[in-house]
């Protein structure tokens, strides 16, 4: 069975940053990009960040590059998103994702077989 679990939302000011991370198990991890999503009050759910299966390639939202930034641990089935200087926008559950390489568009959720439960993220203003 594989399972995707998030830790780390919380509430934290404007300006404040956070640490995401997503443990990986009942699956060849290496085998998965992994990609972190978010889904605002009202929104629809959008990529964050994505990096390839071994970490060496990571692309961004273009309005959030400047403040996000992904890694992964293949030893350790984890794969961490960081996010700075943050804004109350910034207010949605974030999700991380699996998502064997070529299946469809890495910025389309549909695209991902393997889901989280997602961490709650609030950004007091």
């Known amino acids: 069975q594989v399972q995707l679990v998030e830790s780390g939302g919380g509430l934290v000011q404007t300006g404040g940053s956070l640490r995401l991370s997503c443990v990986a198990s009942?699956?060849?991890?290496?085998?998965?990009?992994m990609g972190w999503f978010r889904q605002g009050p009202g929104k629809e759910r959008e990529l964050v960040a994505y990096?390839?299966?071994?970490?060496?390639?990571?692309d961004y939202a273009d309005s959030l590059r400047d403040r996000f930034t992904l890694s992964r641990d293949n030893s350790k089935n984890t794969v961490e998103l960081r996010a700075n200087s943050l804004k109350p926008e910034d207010t949605a559950v974030y999700y991380c994702a699996a998502r064997k390489p070529g299946n469809g568009d890495l910025w389309t959720a549909n695209s991902y077989s393997f889901w989280g439960q997602g961490t709650r993220v609030t950004v007091s203003s």
């Open positions: 990096t390839n299966v071994m970490g060496t390639v990571t």
């Open positions: 009942g699956l060849i991890f290496e085998d998965y990009g």
